[in-house]
């Protein structure tokens, strides 16, 4: 079918070959959009789920699995049982800046009402009194600061005169 005028256009021949393919293209593209899109291709055999396959093994491979399947949970159970799970603070790993907790703090899972199930850790009361209390464990300097009733003087930006040295 070749285009001759559309939109009062004149083509030659090669021009209307170009654009019956390229309609015959968008055609196939809706067509699998379509497909796709309404999931009617799933109503076609061989796109389901595999149910069967070509083998079901014998009695001799079950058997082995299923001990293997025993042994790979008996020592899962083990491992979990064996050692608690380090402590993480998120990618890093095991912390880097040592650790400061009391010995008798422990986490308890509660259902908060709004979070949905968090950790709470119990006599975290005595960890922040160890750290409070400790000469190298990092603090928050300004509430210390203010637990001191050091003050620092007024911030002056754009003065002649502010000195720099002078924070605290």
């Given at each position: 079918m070749p285009f001759t005028s559309f939109f009062a256009a004149d083509w030659n021949a090669s021009q209307s070959t170009a654009i019956s393919v390229d309609i015959a293209m968008l055609v196939i593209v809706g067509c699998c959009l379509f497909?796709?899109?309404?999931d009617i291709y799933r109503l076609c055999p061989g796109w389901g789920a595999v149910r069967r396959f070509d083998s079901?093994?014998?009695e001799d491979r079950r058997?082995?699995?299923s001990l293997?399947?025993?042994?790979?949970?008996?020592?899962?159970?083990?491992?979990?049982?064996?050692?608690e799970a380090p402590k993480?603070?998120?990618?890093?790993?095991?912390?880097?800046?040592?650790?400061?907790?009391?010995?008798?703090?422990?986490?308890?899972?509660?259902?908060?009402?709004?979070?949905?199930?968090?950790?709470?850790?119990?006599?975290f009361e005595e960890t922040q009194q160890l750290r409070?209390?400790?000469?190298?464990?990092?603090?928050?300097?300004?509430?210390?600061?203010?637990q001191a009733n050091l003050r620092r003087g007024e911030l002056c930006v754009n003065e002649p005169f502010a000195k720099l040295g002078s924070a605290i």
């Amino acid at each position: 079918m070749p285009f001759t005028s559309f939109f009062a256009a004149d083509w030659n021949a090669s021009q209307s070959t170009a654009i019956s393919v390229d309609i015959a293209m968008l055609v196939i593209v809706g067509c699998c959009l379509f497909a796709w899109c309404s999931d009617i291709y799933r109503l076609c055999p061989g796109w389901g789920a595999v149910r069967r396959f070509d083998s079901d093994g014998n009695e001799d491979r079950r058997a082995r699995e299923s001990l293997l399947q025993k042994d790979f949970d008996h020592r899962q159970a083990a491992a979990l049982e064996a050692s608690e799970a380090p402590k993480l603070y998120g990618a890093l790993g095991p912390p880097t800046w040592g650790v400061l907790e009391s010995p008798n703090q422990q986490e308890v899972m509660v259902n908060h009402p709004v979070h949905g199930q968090v950790k709470v850790r119990s006599n975290f009361e005595e960890t922040q009194q160890l750290r409070r209390e400790s000469t190298w464990w990092a603090k928050d300097e300004r509430y210390f600061a203010e637990q001191a009733n050091l003050r620092r003087g007024e911030l002056c930006v754009n003065e002649p005169f502010a000195k720099l040295g002078s924070a605290i």
